[in-house]
């Protein structure tokens, strides 16, 4: 058995030296200084990296676990851009927990991109599964920087088996990782190979060609810089309010249901607003989950009409084209009438004039039904009450109180009483009846039987040339 | 047993410190160069990064290099206001429009036991002179509480101060500021002062929302405990004034804030009678509207939990649950049902569906000129 030689013993066959252990003998009279130094050093480092400045950090705010998902991903406390501040001339620091704003230099400017104002995007989601590729393609193509973007999503009164917030939450870890184009390309060919493809699916064979073609288009690449950005913070809300009235478009349309529905949705859209809002927002804007193209610059080209507070676009929708190619979507968007306040002065206090039925008829001016296809895209006209599809506002017609009514405010409701709020409070309310944007085309029952009926048509027709 | 051959290794076991000393000194050398940044984030950016190091940068106003993800999701489901608010951890934001600076308001809120952890402050001050000097004390109170090197005092989990961004009217001297005509223009200001301050604070974490008047100086230390366990939507504590009466020559007490009532049918007929854009305040000979006022109701040897249902509160210490606030009630700025500011507050929150309550003999005591 081989073993190490340890002994001191002399040996006649030399053993190589660096077998025996070092003897401390060796070392002799000379002091210890390197080893004393390097133990000082340690000492120093250890001390440095984890004792000092301990008391400059306070302790971060404590957030309750019972509020938050268990699926939070990281949740750092976003803080301001203002903490070194200086109040009345002196440049001081303020510990962390400490927040100081002058409302003042959040009011919005014309050219906010250049002046870096913070936008505070706000969407509303109820069942919005289906929808969501569509959304996150539509967010990515806005031009405004990223950077300077903050989002906030209520998804609210989902049935069980909708998967709105499971779907949200892998599409934003995703956006933020910028890897979400890739995934929505690769889930949309996965749907096209496996071939699921349904019934309600048939009418878009009935669509124009140019616009299809158009549609096809808008999301193909190549993509502008700033698609895959990803944007300043992102936020989830989860309030259900107890709506159980259905999304479909027939149940969502008729009119009995209009007041109570649009009061549910206002209180949903304030309950947003008032989570997300910051004193550094210089604008909010409101947007719809279901639009379908839009041009990507769209916040910068409503936020350069100075002059005003509130702008929307017009928004209208395709249709197939044995109904006409397409419509005005959008009828909440409009000018006050005589007729209208006439109709509102023998009302109660508790009903909802709601636009577009006959059982109101108010004879406004629709924003909708004064588009020209080649208007002039910078031509505004003021309103009174508008759509909630596509809204920016000044950050500042929030904050002083305009919000959008959950009662029955002026005989209106949500979007509606919120143009009539800021008109009350002072603000101008304007909007583009030549910028559209459009809303997807979802048919409705009587839409998808007139197809079912060509369908049944052209088989016949098809069997009766074949045979 | 495996022998380490590696010569380096072996020199390293051999004389650990000649090792050491080195890379010791090369952890110092970037330490004091790059610098170490302070505050503690989940994030992998830190927007309050200060770099303490020898060759540090200015830090950038907005932050350019974002992080992967900064993302949070809130669950406003599991989010309560009940009455056993400490003991729920429920959060509370105390929202006070401050044109003039207290130091025994400030030190009557320092006295409230409620955790100060569960606790947020939020102030807005005018763009006036006054407001120049008011806000320069606040700044001076509050970093002396939530300085880290005071370790005394326990720390309020968030402080938040706004400068208004409208224009207010310049001068706020008792006599100026209750002469009636004024009344409509400075409550419009107070109300969109209440809004910009309340939109911009509340959280998805907050429970309650107490509005305590700058000018209260004297309340008991259980206050948000006291108000939050009546479990009502909107409740509002009897604003009083302390003052030496000269005839009695002793100290007493008098009622103060009028603006917490209960609706009359001559106040109605009143409304009924006026223009869209007219007003009705109470306190002032012009317009009686004989409404009983909860100032009026104060028995000192009444129960102190006594509840009165109310139609018009004041701003002097009202609790409301955050919901409400949510739901959009806010404090209009202009004529609601002939009502502004607080009052039309109370309005909103009742045409929402919420009950207004006051407490006729709990006392809170404002400053005294």
Excluded at chain 1, 341 to 366: C, K, M, S
Excluded at chain 1, 404 to 410: C, D, L, Q
Excluded at chain 2, 231 to 236: L, Q, Y
Excluded at chain 2, 352 to 363: D, T
């Amino acid at each position: 058995m081989l073993r190490r030689d340890t002994n001191h013993k002399k040996t006649d066959i030399p053993v190589a030296e660096p077998l025996y252990p070092k003897s401390s003998k060796r070392r002799g009279n000379k002091a210890p200084v390197i080893p004393i130094v390097a133990a000082v050093l340690t000492l120093l480092a250890v001390y440095l990296l984890f004792f000092n400045g301990k008391g400059d950090k306070l302790a971060p705010t404590p957030t309750s676990q019972a509020i938050k998902d268990n699926v939070a991903v990281d949740s750092s406390t976003i803080s301001t851009n203002s903490h070194t501040v200086t109040i009345n001339g002196e440049a001081e620091e303020l510990p962390d927990s400490i927040e100081y704003y002058d409302l003042n230099d959040y009011v919005g400017f014309e050219d906010g991109k250049s002046k870096e104002d913070i936008i505070l995007l706000c969407i509303p989601l109820r069942n919005a599964e289906k929808v969501l590729p569509l959304m996150f393609r539509n967010m990515m193509n806005m031009t405004y920087s990223h950077s300077l973007v903050d989002i906030a999503f209520l998804v609210s009164d989902c049935s069980e088996d909708d998967r709105t917030f499971e779907a949200l939450v892998e599409y934003t870890s995703a956006l933020q990782s910028g890897t979400l184009l890739q995934l929505l390309d690769s889930q949309q060919e996965e749907m096209k190979r496996s071939g699921i493809r349904g019934t309600s699916d048939l009418y878009l064979s009935y669509m124009d060609k140019a616009y299809s073609e158009n549609v096809r288009n808008a999301y193909s690449p190549p993509y502008h810089d700033e698609y895959e950005k990803p944007f300043r913070s992102i936020q989830i809300f989860r309030k259900d309010f107890g709506q159980i009235i259905g999304q479909g478009f027939s149940d969502r349309h008729d009119v009995k249901v209009q007041g109570i529905r649009r009061k549910l949705m206002g209180r949903a859209r304030n309950w947003l607003l008032s989570n997300a809002l910051k004193p550094y927002h210089s604008w909010v804007y409101w947007r719809d989950a279901d639009i379908e193209t839009s041009p990507g610059s769209i916040i910068e080209d409503l936020m350069k009409f100075k002059d005003y507070d509130v702008i929307v676009p017009n928004v209208w929708r395709p249709l197939p084209t044995f109904l006409g190619n397409e419509q005005p979507y959008d009828l909440n968007s409009w000018m006050e009438s005589e007729k209208g306040l006439e109709l509102a002065r023998n009302l109660g206090e508790d009903d909802v004039i709601v636009e577009g039925y006959q059982e109101y008829p108010t004879w406004r001016v629709h924003l909708a039904y004064i588009r020209q296809e080649n208007g002039d895209k910078n031509e505004i006209v003021d309103l009174d009450g508008v759509g909630g599809v596509s809204i920016l506002a000044r950050a500042k017609v929030f904050r002083q109180g305009v919000h959008f009514p959950a009662f029955t405010f002026m005989n209106h409701a949500e979007t509606e009483a919120f143009g009539k709020l800021a008109r009350k409070m002072g603000f101008r309310v304007g909007g583009l009846p030549h910028y559209t944007v459009w809303h997807i085309y979802e048919p409705s029952e009587d839409d998808l039987q007139d197809i079912s009926r060509m369908e049944r048509k052209k088989r016949r027709l098809r069997q009766t040339s074949g045979s | 047993m495996v022998v380490v051959k590696s010569p380096i290794l072996r020199h390293i076991r051999r004389k650990p410190l000649q090792f050491v000393a080195p890379v010791v000194t090369l952890i110092l050398v970037l330490y004091l160069i790059v610098g170490r940044s302070s505050g503690k984030t989940k994030g992998k950016y830190s927007y309050k990064s200060r770099s303490k190091g020898l060759f540090s940068r200015p830090r950038d106003v907005i932050p350019r290099n974002l992080p992967n993800d900064h993302i949070s999701h809130y669950d406003l489901n599991k989010l309560a206001s009940t009455p056993m608010a400490a003991y729920n951890q429920e959060r509370v934001l105390i929202l006070s429009p401050m044109s003039r600076f207290y130091d025994e308001y400030w030190a009557n809120l320092l006295k409230l036991t409620y955790p100060r952890e569960l606790i947020e402050l939020g102030f807005i001050v005018p763009r006036t002179a006054d407001g120049d000097v008011a806000l320069k004390k606040l700044e001076k109170a509050v970093k002396l509480v939530q300085s880290p090197r005071n370790s005394k005092e326990a720390k309020f989990a968030k402080i938040t101060i706004l400068r208004q961004d409208n224009e207010s009217l310049q001068s706020q001297k008792e006599k100026d500021r209750h002469a009636l005509s004024v009344q409509k223009e400075r409550r419009a200001n107070m109300a969109l002062a209440r809004n910009s301050l309340l939109f911009t604070t509340i959280g998805p974490y907050t429970s309650w929302v107490l509005w305590l008047d700058a000018d209260i100086v004297e309340t008991p230390n259980t206050l948000i405990q006291d108000l939050a366990g009546h479990d009502k939507p909107v409740i509002s504590a009897n604003c009083y004034q302390r003052y030496f009466d000269d005839e009695k020559k002793e100290d007493s007490i008098r009622p103060y804030d009028f603006n917490n009532w209960v609706e009359s049918d001559e106040g109605l007929r009143i409304a009924s009678t006026m223009s869209d854009d007219d007003i009705i305040v109470e306190g002032y000979h012009d317009i009686a509207t004989y409404r009983p006022l909860m100032a009026h109701f104060y028995d000192p040897n009444g129960d102190v939990n006594t509840e009165m249902q109310l139609d018009g509160v004041g701003g002097a210490a009202v609790m409301v649950k955050a919901d409400v606030h949510r739901d959009g009630a806010m404090f209009p700025s202009f004529p609601f049902y002939h009502l502004i500011e607080t009052e039309g507050f109370a309005k909103m929150a009742k045409r929402l569906g919420y009950e207004v309550f006051g407490l006729p003999n709990y006392l809170v005591f404002h400053f005294n000129e």
